[in-house]
């Protein structure tokens, strides 16, 4: 990877970041790698020179996510169309994705220099309401729900004009196997290895017993309707959608994934195990 410009986004509201950003851009330039942020981050931080979003990602070789989570799949997602490697620098709670902390920073970036580091491409989803706007990608899910939590919402998926399931209840989780320790674990779905080219279908609350989760192929494209009068699309937690009887929302495999750096001896099953409590 060619390295010789950082681009960084700072989770929102970070305004406490700005003396770990400024020691984060001393550790890269020391190894002679330009760091840019973009506008936004700097107004948070009260730094002066900023870039729009699209001309960080135009300019940088890699972007560098500071906060959360939910910092790094917003970079992703946003930067979805320069398919730029993003590294998440964890100053959030969970961490399941940002694996290296700023104390870490600076071992990290001499590896990053030796070309001791490795890129994950994880799978994403796609979504569009057909004829109505342009393609969404979500990194983790898309979840179909009702827009009052009064009220229960009637969903029907269909793959190849068979119909998958009918679903009635509170929603149902779309997920890619990265979302699956998210949304889709909490509402009792299943944990997918990340690697895996697979389409999670997790109901949430339903009014039945018998429905369950279902793994799908990758391949498979799915028409999602509704028959209640109006409904919901949140795309991983972040941005939301209506769509009503009248629409198809086509959930589909994204043409390329999201590529994640990481250590090379990052495995997921320490991590799972970490962050999950298994065997405690």
Request: hydrophobic share 40%.
């Given at each position: ?140 899910d898309v ?65 039945s017993l ?57 495995n997921y ?12």
């Amino acid at each position: 990877m060619k390295l010789d410009c950082v681009g960084v986004v700072i989770k929102p509201g970070g305004s406490d970041l700005k003396g770990v950003y400024k020691k984060i851009k001393k550790i890269f330039e020391k190894e002679h790698i330009r760091v840019e942020i973009d506008k936004a981050s700097a107004q948070i931080i009260g730094e002066k020179d900023g870039h729009s979003f699209d001309e960080l990602c135009k300019k940088c070789d890699m972007l560098l996510s500071l906060g959360g989570d939910g910092t790094l799949i917003s970079v992703a997602r946003r930067s979805y169309a320069h398919h730029k490697p993003v590294l998440g620098v964890n100053v959030g709670t969970l961490g399941f994705l940002t694996d290296i902390r700023p104390d870490q920073v600076e071992d990290f970036v001499k590896k990053l220099k030796k070309g001791e580091y490795r890129i994950d491409e994880r799978m994403m989803i796609e979504i569009s309401i057909l004829g109505k706007r342009e393609k969404i990608v979500a990194f983790n899910d898309v979840v179909v729900t009702r827009p009052a939590v009064s009220k229960m919402i009637y969903i029907d998926a269909v793959s190849n004009d068979v119909l998958l399931n009918s679903y009635y209840g509170d929603g149902l989780i779309i997920s890619t196997p990265t979302g699956s320790t998210a949304y889709n674990l909490s509402a009792g779905g299943p944990v997918v290895y990340p690697f895996t080219e697979a389409i999670v279908f997790t109901p949430i609350c339903p009014h039945s017993l018998t429905q369950r989760p279902l793994v799908l192929p990758s391949d498979f494209e799915i028409k999602v309707t509704t028959k209640s009068k109006s409904a919901l699309l949140v795309i991983d937690g972040q941005d939301m959608y209506e769509f009503t009887p009248e629409d198809i929302v086509l959930v589909r495999k994204a043409p390329v994934g999201a590529k994640l750096i990481h250590r090379v001896e990052r495995n997921y099953f320490n991590v799972l195990r970490e962050k999950l409590g298994w065997g405690i």
